[in-house]
């Protein structure tokens, strides 16, 4: 919803990490975005916490196909992620109703 208000061109991109990274700079939130280098390391980290969970959810999630002898992730890895999935996702939606 956030990157077509802000019309963002994105053409077949459908990477998740890619996404965030085009909305964050459409609300002027991504780590180029900044000066003070604090900021600009944490909403890094932001990018890098998209893309870990992107890269989980491929390697150990269960939608392609896994047999369940590979590797598992335990409850608490799974907790972690949607943690920090709904603290980036709350940040992108209270920086686009600041602008709003």
Known sequence: MIILDKNVEYGNVADLPKLYG?????LNIGPSEQTEPIIKHVLGGCIAVVDGICAMRNKLGHAHGKRKTEVQPEPRHAKLAVNLARAASTFLVQSWELQR
């Open 22 to 26: 085009l909305t964050a700079k459409a």
